[in-house]
């Protein structure tokens, strides 16, 4: 094996290590945060790692929506067009939404 091809399959195990601060397993799947076919990139900061239910289950709910798509969809359909919930949270939690710990 030449050490070109060699050192590619390095970084790409140690790529797939840690990403998004979570350890990847058997059976994870990397999610695009913005879709590759929507202009993302396969960078680690575009990229979560989910179980392989979870990953099915993002798509089945939000589709190839980007996130900003998501929330648009979340305060026109659901929330009546009522956007102090997405204000709050961004203004709660220094300029973006964080889950509690």
Do not use: C
Request: hydrophobic share 25%; net charge positive; aromatic share 8%.
């Amino acid at each position: 094996m030449s050490r070109r091809k060699e050192n590619r399959r390095a970084r790409k195990r140690e790529k797939n290590k840690v990403i998004s601060g979570r350890r990847k397993k058997e059976g994870d799947s990397n999610h695009h945060i913005i879709p590759t076919s929507r202009g993302g990139t396969s960078k680690l900061e575009n990229i979560a790692v989910l179980t392989v239910p979870d990953h099915r289950n993002y798509h089945t709910l939000f589709s190839n929506k980007t996130p900003e798509e998501i929330i648009e969809t979340l305060v026109t359909k659901y929330w009546k067009g009522n956007w102090d919930y997405v204000d709050n949270a961004y203004n709660n939690n220094n300029g973006f939404y964080r889950k509690s710990k």
